[in-house]
């Protein structure tokens, strides 16, 4: 009975042993997985950063230089005009290349970025307002990226065609939200007369439905303009 028992209980200890290993085996399986997707999520965020600067170099930049060549071609525009415009697609490519340096993205938060970004605004001569209020984790750098274009995008649509004497910008980061506000004094729009038209308006809404942020557009004609975009932020984020 001794002998039996204790061939059952080495039985036992084998078979928890072997359970264990499985197990190991499993979690190392398991880590190795999720690894794995976690560096494909890289690269498709990678490649959706990609292509989301191709259509911004083709629209922004390839519209501005079709449209500078047209008019040299036809050569009645003012030469001023045509500088102003080459100024204006050199300006959109400084910001693009700033944004992709290594230096701009190493950034430990939203905040200073932003700031970087309303420094380069502000050499245009507008009076811009800039107030932040950041706490809990930084974002990851995916995400920082992403915020920082849609706040070169909503900056530069204020600068260039709101004809404002005051921009106010509002950054508010937390835990759990992303919001950015970004009002003016100037003339103001009908926002639906631009749904679907204009560049700036474009992209910035294909941007905020890629993040999954919740765009606001609050303007009329006459009485500036205010735009906002909230963003619930996950774990992960």
Known sequence: VLIALRIIQKRKQQN???????REKEFEQLESSVQLQLAQQKEQTL???????????????????AAIILQLESGKE?????????RN?????????RALLPEA??????????????????????????????SGKALTE???????????????????????????VQLYVDEKTVELQVEDDGVGFDPKSVEG??????????????LGAQLEI?????????ITLHWQRHEDD
């Open 16 to 22: 928890m042993e072997l359970r264990s290993k499985l």
């Open 47 to 65: 490649w959706e950063e990609r292509d989301r600067l191709a259509r911004d170099l083709h629209d922004r930049l390839g519209s501005q230089l």
């Open 78 to 86: 003012p030469r001023e005009a045509l500088l102003e415009m080459a």
């Open 89 to 97: 697609s050199h300006e959109d490519l400084r910001r693009i290349s």
């Open 105 to 134: 993205n190493a950034q430990t938060s939203l905040s200073s970025g932003m700031q970087g970004l309303v420094k380069l605004f502000r050499k245009s001569g507008k009076t811009i307002h800039l107030n932040l209020d950041e």
């Open 142 to 168: 995916e995400n920082r990226l992403q915020w920082m274009f849609i706040g070169q995008e909503v900056l530069s649509n204020a600068v260039r065609h709101s004809q404002a004497e005051n921009i106010y």
């Open 197 to 210: 038209n204009g560049v700036g308006m474009e992209s910035l809404r294909r941007r905020a439905d890629q």
């Open 218 to 226: 609050d303007s009329r004609p006459g009485s500036g303009s205010c």
